[in-house]
């Protein structure tokens, strides 16, 4: 039982700093952009959290085509910056030996990994989230943004189950 609880806690507290995280990640790269952070409304925006960047009612216009490349980069930055978290914590896990702490890395890699990840299929796909201005600047070239999220997601799968066999 004490095994079981462990891990409950181990699952939230990996979910809440992958959350964490990954708005951090658009934050940070929307400031070194160029973009002007307004605010963060964490955990009250439809039961996720919206980072507001100045001007992001005009950027976000279906009527607008032209969406500078700040935007893109602080779009991007959530899903790059998690999936480049989760390869590292893949490493540290592998070099670890057995005990809580390696467990711990181990859920911890496994939130990164699929979050993101799975994330990026759904919004790729249906055209909204951290992907929404990505595929709206692709313009024709949508297709590309969903092989590659597919991609993404099937070898994050594939690393992770590798490393849970070891």
């Known amino acids: 039982m004490k095994i079981y609880a462990l891990i409950i806690i181990f699952l939230v507290v990996s979910s809440l700093i992958y959350h964490i995280s990954h708005e951090l990640f658009h934050i940070i790269v929307g400031e070194k952009a160029g973009l002007k952070f307004v605010s963060v409304q964490w955990f009250g925006y439809h039961g996720g ?79 909204n989230g951290d992907l929404y201005l990505v595929k709206k600047a692709m313009g024709r070239k949508k297709y590309v943004l969903n092989i590659a999220s597919v991609l993404l997601f099937i070898v994050n799968i594939c690393i992770f189950i590798i490393v849970s066999r070891k």
């Open 49 to 127: 959290t919206k980072v507001t960047f100045e001007n992001e009612e005009k950027i976000c216009d279906e009527n607008n085509r032209d969406i500078p490349k700040a935007w893109i980069y602080m779009s991007l930055a959530g899903i790059i910056g998690t999936t480049l978290t989760a390869y590292i914590l893949v490493l540290v896990y592998m070099l670890l030996p057995s005990g809580y702490f390696r467990l711990f890395l181990w859920i911890m890699s496994a939130i990164f990994l699929v979050s993101d990840s799975g994330y990026s299929v759904l919004c790729s796909f249906f055209g």
